[in-house]
């Protein structure tokens, strides 16, 4: 069995500094995922110790985004071309390849999708971001029979996937042009094969965890009483090829026991497989 976490931790230094390490001594990770970084590889690495392998790839701009694969295991390969400059130098993707304990090649991502807005730019750039992802996930899905693509992507896929989606219907996050795209990787909820991994898709592993149930969530904002009314956003998700799906054991989000607990405004999304 292979356990994998994922999570935005929203700066590791302050992670750490705010509780992650008992977390993650406690957690039985195999695979560490994260997102926004925001750390130098000497820093990242001192604070995970000598136990971990580190693969990470920081953004050009300083204390922005930065993604990292974290693994026991020897990592065959890494990658974190994508195309384009202003996505490569964006500290947005990373791919490691490991062997699994049964033997079984794997190959993870860590992806950070940056938050938009509607009607800018920013926008226009997550739009780009996401058509350049969504070849490589074609590749990947067609070259590894074990493929896993972690992260925050920062889009509710459904409205299952958002407390208050009624209200987001027109902000970046919950636009449909951003849904088309999942609809894409997992398929539309109308369509029969929905999540079922058929026509080389992904399955969304929470959902298909979870079912039909209002989240659960994986963010929520730190104003107000967010965290305490449950008032979240499932945007941190497993996306796995249906043999890896397949050999699912358990999944959850790994969320604070309480708001003053919190070392991010993510939850870790943890799930094990069999392989």
Known sequence: MIRVASVNVNGVRAAFRKGMQPWLDASGVDVLALQEVRAEREDLVALLGDEWIVANDEASAKGRAGVAIATRAHQDAIRTTLGPDTVDT??????????????????IVSCYVHSGEAGTPKQDAKYEFLDIMS?????????????????DLNVGHRSLDIRNWKGNLKNSGFLPQERAYFDQWIGSEQDPSYNTGSEGRFIDIGRAHSGEVEGPYSWWSWRGKAFDNDTGWRIDYQLATKKLADSLRDYRIDRAPSYDTRWSDHAPVIADYDI
């Open 90 to 107: 964006a500290g947005r993707w990373i791919e490691v390849d490991i062997t699994t304990p049964e033997g079984n090649p794997l190959t």
């Open 135 to 151: 070849g490589r996930m074609q590749e990947i899905g067609t070259q590894s029979e074990y493929a896993l693509v972690v992260g």
